[in-house]
């Protein structure tokens, strides 16, 4: 058995591994929070991560409606949890509605305090870092990248490589 998957998808072939891999870590990171969840996107929107029209997902957070739960409201039941959240974006307009609405949300919450946003000119990782897992690739968090695009990802529950891209950032914060 290995700890590392990768993931070649587009949106022809494996359209929903991307997605799928994801929503098993984000829930993961409801059931066993890290101390710090690491999001790099250079573009982020606030897809879909959850689909909860059958209330699949209600013991994560029974608070949820059986629709499709979004990339905020995940972050928001992770950071309830005392995670930190640490996002990493590029300085483009397309990321501030994002921005925007996740420190409101976090805000509405009496959160706000767990949310580092940095935004850093030619930003280009891309990838999910937990306590537990690497999600590393080509993929931007929007809708086109994860059901559209071509993309390619590794997912590492590896704990030595885990360990050593936490130290990068936390010390260095972009470079992989």
Known sequence: MTNVRHIFKSATTSPQAARDVIAMVLAEEI?????????????????????????????????????????????????????????????????????????????DAGLQDSLQWSEIPDFHTKGLLTDRVWIGGSMNLTERGISLNAESLVVDFNPQTVSSIRLEFANHGISL
Do not use: M
Request: aromatic share 8%; proline share 8%.
């Open 31 to 107: 059931l066993l929070p890290s101390r710090t969840l690491y999001l790099a996107a250079p573009w982020v929107t606030n897809i879909v991560i959850f689909d909860n029209s059958t209330g699949s997902f209600e013991g994560l957070n029974p608070e949820w409606s059986r629709r499709g739960i979004r990339l905020i409201e995940v972050l928001v039941a992770i950071a309830s949890n005392n995670t930190q959240l640490d996002i990493r974006v590029r300085p483009e307009p397309h990321n501030k509605p994002f921005g925007k609405r996740l420190c409101a949300a976090l805000k």
